[in-house]
């Protein structure tokens, strides 16, 4: 229903209006990207319940109040209300309201509701969490562990309910192929997102 409702109004507002008006974001992508199945532009508003998947070798930033999520190729996550779910992939989330990732059982959010920074990784073994600026609080249901800022923790498929986690290697997310890779796609989707004109009105999907 919200998003009929979006699209009658499309003609007389914006695509980033609408968006910040109904709680929702825009997506810019660089590649290619699919909202709930479907090819999307290189601008689409998206709505909580929406679900996210970027293709191999694309990326996509998702702006929202006082937030912004990078998503990586190959990534796929539901969109929430001020809330994020990985399913697999990896994205890296700066926000200054306290926005949470859900990864399985595991819910992770910042110490406090101030600017902070943090990454994660979801492959079909694990998940990687690293707090690149300020703590992190990580739950699993049963219990809540803190993340101090510039550590990383790695929880395997099988720990993630009892809460076990063993230290990632420290110099994982600062290899030079990482560190290479993440220069040259958030580079360069900012440069794409710099170059743009205003974004347009989000199109009706097919």
Known sequence: ???????????????????????????????????????????????????????????????????????FSDTKVNFGDNAISLHEGSLVIATANGMAVHAGELTVAPLQQTSSEFEMRESGDGVEIASHKGGLHISNGHETVTLPEGRTVRYASSDRKDGAAAPADPNLWDSPEVIGIGLLVVGGLAAWVLSRPSPPASPSKP
Not at 8 to 35: C, T
């Open 1 to 71: 229903m919200l998003r009929s409702m979006a699209f009658a109004m499309l003609a007389i507002l914006p695509g980033s209006l609408l968006a910040a008006e109904s709680r929702g974001g825009m997506m810019y992508v660089n590649g290619s990207a699919w909202v709930n199945g479907s090819s999307v532009p290189r601008s689409f508003a998206i709505f909580p319940g929406d679900v996210v998947q970027t293709a191999p070798a694309s990326l996509a930033k998702i702006s929202v109040a006082r937030s912004s999520i990078s998503l």
